[in-house]
């Protein structure tokens, strides 16, 4: 059996490898790499704005093709505030707090950056090591809950890598890949039990790449509180602790990069993309943004429809407390995530938490039909 899983996961390194330089051939220099390979500028050159700005899309410039290049400034198709970012020092600095928070992220680019490899290569390479690694993850997780199908378990993995979304996420300069290799691991450490200060250090991480995940890491310590609570009467001080650290965690990246707020992330995005943020203030209406909601959520229809199918089966098969509540508790983050960013059509931002629900599925029915040699996950 060990040669056999040995040469399954050879199969899957293969492919994996396969599929990572196709990614690597069809990289996309997107709006989002000035702002990463901005905020690294930044912190090299903190006192010098216009040579940030050059360097930035200079060095963009250099790799990116022309029709991909033109795209990022605004040229073909035609955007002016994509303009205002690339010539105009302000315009561009004021955007930076967007992408600076992402602390994490920034600081792996940069690791990549200082070994060798280009500013907007560094960023790109974050997405394809992710994706790469993902794989490897992914078929760590299915070979434990299915110990007897290794051929199962070679198959499953390069039919998930071969998803659209995730091929997109691995060419695109977004922390979207990064995120959810760590996300994966969240999901082996609730398989494995894992203790409760090491998942602790994992939501930590998370908020650190990304602070909007900071809401993923208190929905699952309060849910893991009241469960403690509901089963054993237990009030556990330690969550409350870890809690508050999330949320000061957030709190201090937000003010240390003066973000400027969710309203104004709502309104460049969805209503208006100003060019100078200083210059024009950011008027949300509650009738506006449920305007904006009731818009998106018709066409986030067929998530709705795909995470509710799989949650309903997982309760169908599975009766057990824990299994139910971690399944609604990624069902609840994929809706939290939408309505503070209704980006319908962009299915990358969801993904990291429809894909555990997915897993979830796969979880109870190794359960179900004996396949699986784990302990319950309790």
């Not at 200060?197 to 849910?223: E, H, K, V």
């Not at 995005?269 to 909601?293: C, D, G, M, N, W």
């Not at 949650?311 to 609604?328: C, E, H, L």
Request: overall charge positive.
């Amino acid at each position: 059996m060990k040669i056999k899983w040995g040469f399954s996961f050879l199969f899957v390194i293969f492919i994996l490898t396969f599929l990572t330089y196709r990614s690597y051939s069809n990289r996309v220099y997107d709006w989002d790499m000035p702002g990463y390979v901005g905020s690294m500028f930044t912190a090299e050159f903190p006192d010098s704005p216009d040579k940030v700005r050059e360097l930035t899309y200079s060095s963009i410039k250099k790799e990116a093709p022309a029709d991909q290049y033109n795209n990022l400034i605004g040229i073909s198709p035609r955007a002016i505030p994509r303009q205002y970012f690339a010539e105009n020092t302000q315009s561009f600095t004021e955007q930076l707090p967007y992408f600076q928070i992402k602390i994490g992220y920034v600081l792996v680019i940069t690791f990549f950056c200082k070994l060798g490899l280009s500013p907007p290569m560094s960023v790109l390479f974050t997405s394809l090591i992710s994706y790469f690694l993902s794989g490897v993850l992914f078929f760590y997780i299915v070979k434990n809950l299915f110990p007897e199908k290794y051929m199962l378990a070679a198959l499953l993995t390069v039919g998930v890598m071969l998803f659209p979304t995730m091929i997109y996420m691995s060419g695109e300069s977004t922390p979207d890949m990064f995120i959810f290799l760590f996300i994966l691991l969240f999901i082996i450490g609730l398989i494995k039990n894992w203790s409760q200060w090491s998942m602790f250090l994992l939501l930590l991480m998370m908020t650190f790449i990304r602070p909007d995940y900071a809401t993923f890491a208190l929905t699952y310590l309060g849910s893991v509180f009241l469960f403690d609570y509901f089963t054993e009467k237990k009030i556990d001080f330690i969550l409350m602790i870890q809690g508050v650290v999330i949320v000061s965690l957030q709190v201090f990246i937000m003010k240390f990069y003066n973000y400027p707020g969710w309203v104004d992330l709502f309104y460049d995005s969805f209503i208006e993309r100003r060019p100078i943020i200083s210059a024009q203030p950011a008027h949300l209406t509650l009738q506006t943004y449920l305007k904006v909601i009731y818009t998106k959520i018709i066409s986030f229809k067929k998530v709705t429809l795909s995470v509710f199918i799989m949650t309903g089966v997982i309760f169908w098969i599975s009766k057990v407390a824990w299994v139910r509540m971690i399944s609604v508790l990624f069902l609840v983050n994929v809706y939290i995530k939408f309505f503070f960013f209704p980006l319908s059509a962009d299915l990358r931002l969801f993904f990291p938490f429809i894909f555990p629900i997915f897993i979830m599925l796969l979880y109870v029915l190794s359960q179900k039909y004996k396949n699986s040699k784990l302990l319950e996950i309790a």
